[in-house]
């Protein structure tokens, strides 16, 4: 675990990965060509391949490496009492002050506690407003009528949709406690203040599983659940450096936890949330109890028909924002010379080391010539590979240029196919990270790419 005074050390700024997003198809502004929409991003050919890898790396980590977890994708639209029940209502706020003199709109709890206490604009200095609650939920109307009968919420959270159909996949799928329900799925929240690209955004995506448990078993679930939380970071060859745990304190911890700790990373702009392991105790299943009507205890048949309501451990991750953390993490920058492998004069390469589970492109083939059958050989091989792996084509300029535009984009793997590949069936497999390279037949490179993504360690 970091110390608490750590500072950033690396070479990405949000400067330059906004830049690198919007330049090689990562993440574009939403609607651009209107100004553009705060709080909202669209994710180009890269960017949504490389959401998708992550969301499936997740999911397979969370679902198909349990025998105990199911998944779930409930709707986004849901009964309005739901939010009654949970909480959200009521106690979904933040704390909003407005700039009187340049209109600037602060969260109170993100400002200087001395402007706060004397009402002045950290921007300006202009009068700042008295603080009042927000909140943070995006009400429209369903039907016809815009009235307050007819009033829905967009979903701030996935986990009520879990926590509702709870009773109904222990009946269909006949689980047993303790047993897990996994979701990826959208969630709105009406930001007050949305800042640093994508990291807190009006729209995103969330990757949440809630675990049930025995009352009396839940910190034993809690604490096995924050180690394999913190293992699955190892396993995405994440710098773990760069990770840390933060536990909340008696005036952070949300009305419904007994006990919640954030994985916290340290961004370009300091340590920031990245997932929560929360104990949410009995109070969500016992809320829609009351709510509903509904009687959702547990009836444990192998206990003499016991009956209680669980005990909730929930992980809860942004996928939107994992995935800004993992172009943060896998920039680099370095010097690389004539001996760097590449030829050419001493320059900066830029480099994201993805690992290769969840790089948006997994191999790039590149022929060394267009002309003289090498671009179709080359295109060849590239229908071999593409039913296995992502692939990517370009035969356009230098050889060593073209390799450096895959290493931006976090190719792992490029093929180079040359003369002697239409002599004797070899060609040249280039390794993105440390840039060596090597021949070998070509009826050997599916399987020589899949041992390299299964044994991969960053180095």
Excluded at 357 to 372: E, G, R
Aim: proline share 4%.
């Amino acid at each position: 675990m970091a110390d608490e005074t750590t500072e950033y050390q690396g070479k990405a700024t949000m400067e330059k990965i906004t830049s690198l997003a919007k330049r090689r198809g990562f993440v574009f502004q939403s609607s651009e060509i209107y100004g553009g929409q705060n709080g909202a991003w669209d994710y180009g050919p890269l960017g949504i391949e490389l959401k998708n890898r992550i969301a499936r790396f997740w999911w397979k980590e969370m679902t198909q490496l349990h025998d105990n977890i199911v998944g779930l994708d409930a709707a986004i639209l849901m009964h309005p009492r739901t939010w009654e029940a949970s909480g959200h209502v009521e106690n979904f706020t933040d704390p909003l002050v407005d700039c009187k003199k340049c209109k600037s709109r602060f969260r109170a709890d993100m400002i200087p506690e001395e402007n706060l206490a004397k009402k002045i604009c950290p921007d300006c200095g202009g009068e700042l407003t008295d603080t009042r609650k927000f909140n943070l939920m995006f009400k429209t109307h369903i039907g016809p009528m815009e009235d307050s009968s007819n009033i829905i919420y967009l979903r701030p959270e996935t986990a009520q949709g879990i926590y509702v159909n709870y009773k109904n996949i222990i009946q269909s799928n006949r689980m047993k406690i303790p047993f897990g329900i996994a979701q990826i799925g959208k969630a709105f929240r009406n930001e007050i203040v949305t800042k640093n690209f994508i990291f807190r955004t009006c729209e995103f995506e969330q990757m949440e599983m809630q675990y049930f448990v025995k009352p009396e078993s839940d910190v034993e679930w809690f604490n096995e659940w924050k180690k394999r939380r913190w293992a699955y970071y190892e396993k995405l060859g994440v710098k773990m450096d760069h990770l840390r745990w933060h536990q909340h304190g008696p005036d952070e911890l949300a009305h419904y936890a007994k006990d919640a700790y954030d994985i916290q990373y340290l961004f370009p702009m300091g340590w920031r949330e990245l997932e929560g392991v929360h104990n949410r105790t009995n109070y969500d299943l016992t809320r829609h109890t009351e709510y509903s009507g509904k009687d959702l205890q547990y009836i444990d048949q192998d206990n003499n028909n016991d009956r209680y309501i669980p005990y909730i451990i929930e992980t809860s991750a942004g996928l939107t924002r994992t995935l800004l953390m993992i172009l943060c993490d896998a920039y680099d920058e370095e010097k690389v010379s004539e001996k760097g492998g590449d030829g050419g004069q001493e320059d900066i390469r830029t480099v994201l080391r993805f690992h290769p589970s969840v790089a948006p492109l997994t191999v790039a083939l590149l022929p060394l010539m267009k002309k003289d059958g090498l671009a179709e050989l080359a295109q060849d091989i590239r229908t071999e590979l593409k039913e296995d792996f992502t692939t990517d084509y370009d035969q356009a300029g230098a050889i060593g240029r073209r390799y450096r535009r895959q290493d931006e984009a976090g190719t792992p793997f490029c093929v180079t196919v040359d003369y002697q590949s239409k002599e004797d069936g070899t060609v040249t497999l280039r390794y993105r990270d440390s840039m060596e390279q090597i021949r070998l037949p070509r009826a050997a490179l599916a399987e020589k790419i899949r041992q390299e993504i299964k044994n991969y360690k960053r180095t």
